[in-house]
């Protein structure tokens, strides 16, 4: 599955939600907002919201690819929505995903490798195309591995592995850009992945998405000042390729 594909791959749910905030689990495939790269009526997460509650303006305050699915916040007020906006800024909220890499990662690690900032020659049309590379940070951990006897290109077999990654900054594809770095690009990446493990796993497990999920938030709610940790479940596609591999137990279900 692309970045552009027109078709989620569940629909949305609730998470949480209070009178200030709404957690939202987004499909793969989902928009958060309207684009310009899509037609004029594909659905998005914002819509989606807005035909649940109708009296509100709902506010984003943070962004996830359409390819990932997830945990996405919204605030239902402006003074929530700059708090938590931040929140985001200052680096106060704990973000937990989980991806599926080429070839096995034997030890837990940390990727500091600035990045160049992605223009967008609409969205950004008014930004500096030629700004220096931004700091970013990502640190990752192998939670399984697992080794198909399917052969692609010049080797016999193909590797895998399940990782828990943790972004510290909130760059453009930074995981995906990161992850791909250390020469361990995620499977279903069709930006910065590699096709020949992407159409492995279409024709042989039947799976059309980015294996990157979103599945933990954890921060201070930004007005009673608990702390607040939701997660996410992996959709049903996902979790019976996983369970296939024998990592039963590693993910949220």
């Known amino acids: 599955m692309s970045d552009l594909s027109p078709e989620p791959t569940a629909e949305p749910r609730i998470l949480y939600e209070d009178e200030w905030l709404i957690a939202v689990d987004k499909p793969a495939g989902l928009l958060v907002h309207p684009s310009w790269i899509a037609p004029a009526k594909t659905p998005h997460l914002v819509g989606w919201l807005r035909e649940r509650y109708p009296d509100e303006k709902i506010h984003t305050v943070h962004r996830l690819d359409r390819a990932t699915s997830g945990i996405i916040l919204f605030a239902r007020n402006k003074e929530t929505a700059h708090k938590l906006q931040t929140a985001f800024a200052e680096r106060e909220v704990d973000k ?85 770095h250390i020469f361990h690009p995620l499977v279903g990446d069709t930006k ?36 607040l940790k ?22 949220p279900n």
């Open 230 to 251: 939701i997660q996410a479940p992996v959709a049903d596609d996902v979790a019976r390729i996983f369970d296939s591999f024998g990592w039963q137990g590693l993910y």
């Open 96 to 180: 937990t995903y989980l991806c599926v890499a080429r070839g096995w990662i034997e030890e837990a690690g940390e990727i500091d490798y600035a990045l160049s900032h992605i223009h967008d020659r609409i969205a950004d049309a008014k930004a500096d195309p030629d700004k220096p590379p931004q700091d970013a940070i990502t640190t990752y951990k192998p939670l399984a591995r697992v080794e198909l006897p399917i052969p692609v290109g010049k080797y016999p077999v193909a590797r895998y592995c399940l990782v828990e990654v943790r972004p510290k900054t909130g760059r453009k594809h930074q995981i995906r850009r990161h992850m791909k």
């Open 192 to 227: 910065h992945g590699e096709g020949r493990h992407n159409r492995l796993f279409r024709e042989e497990l039947g799976l059309h998405r980015l294996l990157l999920m979103a599945t933990e938030l954890e921060m201070k709610h930004p007005e009673t000042g608990e702390m």
